[in-house]
């Protein structure tokens, strides 16, 4: 923004009221849905993260994960201020939400769009980044950080000469990474397009910038590594090798690019939104314009050509390139696709942006109907937005569930202590009530001895102040726990058992039959064979059974 452009004092104040609100909406929304039910395994990893981060754990010295490692040290963070409890976590997830509101706007005003519908866009993002999961997760924390890593890429391109803010953009990603490989590492080639490789001289200057940052971040993981002590050959097998083997897995049924693409339009469509075919189809007719400026301008005027079809392209191109991230990862992600979008009323906004820009460069005469087209892009996103709150936030469908209202106010009065803001609903298929899953937590405080859960609750070991035992953040096979062929099987059994011996386990608590991904006892037979060598009574609570293994 040139200093010419730059608004008021009375403007600026105006600017700040209203970002304020938009992130005061972002922490209200979240913290309405994010209450709301209960989903076991998905709503248990990054609260278990965080107790154990909090407890002195540390990952790949005392337990393992394939990503989730920011999240989780931030859940230990407000654990720390506010209690273990589930009213910290959601307020984790809600600020988040809140900032991620106004970082759209934000961007969106730096980039042209008028103040109102940059807000419109930014309330509408808080609509899906968080509340569809509504509690801290990875997969919200690693396009948090690739969208605050190309926003500020986005700035250091405008910005006068090579900025600064380069040497900013890679730890910033290295974070997002951290949290989940992917969306992150669609991330990478936005931020490359947005270095100015025409302008030599400050191209140069912001890849140097670029691999100072990155060497940063590099160092500061392999410091971390080193002084708390992590296990290289355990950081090799489950962030690299098992992630790899399943990315592999993911990708196998695509193995070539139109059929990956025609799975990304299959899978936009189905969540209903139109605002990705409006994306898709702005792109295309920015391209079909910027090659009619560009066949114009050929001759005396090419240069003069060449820089209007830049300016013309470069926020359609950009908001391709968001909605590119969120349907990569819908690709390859396994979990609902209502998780993958929240960049889409972002790149919604860029087009709208892009329109604005049009309508003040051909003036009032030719750019009003300009403007009837942006109203009609606020009209879409308003109608993609009242429809996801109404058929994903409201019904907690992510969480594989229809949540009622009344079955909450029912449950209220038999919650556990910690729980006491979740208003309780669990998946249909899992069947336990409140009252047991209190009666469970309360038994397993008072008893004297440490538990070992199998089961996906493993928000049980925060509730109950006592350490999580599992080698694994969660049981996901092939990602977290070996397969029985592979031999890191037995190396995983071999610390498993290290860990009931050396923490004094008392109990093996089962949940009903199985786990969600089909773990029993059976599924670590040197386990079995010792809670069998072992076992001296047990008791149940609905379908938990707490296996009493004696004193240790």
Known sequence: MNPAERPGRSARWLRRAALLLLGLFGVAVSLHYGRRGYMPLDQSIVFDGGWRILSGQVPFRDYHAPNGFVPAVMQAAWF?????????????????????????????????????????????????FVPPMGVPYMDQYAFFFSFLGIALAVCARGAEGASPRWFVVPPVLALAALSKQIPSIFAVPIVLACVPWTRPRIAGRAVAYLAAGSA??????????????MDLGRLHTYF??????EGEYRTSFAPTLPAVFERMRYDGRRVGLWSIQVVHLAFALSLLAGFVVWWRGRGAGR?????????MLGRPLLAWGLLL???GFVLLTSNQLELGFPLVFAALGLVHAALDAERRRLGPATGRWLAVAGIGLVAVGLRD?????????????????????????????????????????????LHYGPAQFRDLVEFLRRARGNFLLISDASIVYGLCGKPSIAPSLWFHRGLLVPLPEDPAFESYQDELMARVDSLAVRFVVLEAEHTWMHYTLASFPKLEAYVAAKRCGSAHFGPFEVIDLGAP
Do not use: K
């Open 80 to 128: 720390a201020v506010f209690g273990v409890n589930w009213f910290a976590y959601c307020l984790h997830a809600a600020v988040l939400n809140g900032l991620f509101a106004v970082l759209v706007a934000r961007l969106l005003v730096r980039l042209g769009l008028n103040l109102p519908a940059a807000v419109v866009y930014g309330a509408l993002s808080a609509l899906v």
């Open 216 to 229: 940063l971040a590099c160092a500061f993981v392999a410091a971390v590594v080193f002084l708390y002590g």
């Open 325 to 327: 991230v969120c349907l």
């Open 303 to 311: 240069a003069e050509a060449r820089v209007r079809c830049v300016r």
């Open 240 to 245: 690299v090798r098992l992630p790899s083997a």
């Open 385 to 429: 937005g009242i429809r996801f709150d109404r058929d994903v936030d409201r019904t907690r469908s992510v969480n594989d569930m229809q949540f009622s209202e009344a079955a909450a106010d029912t449950a209220a009065p038999d919650l556990a202590p910690g729980l006491e803001f979740m208003r309780w609903q669990i998946p249909p298929v």
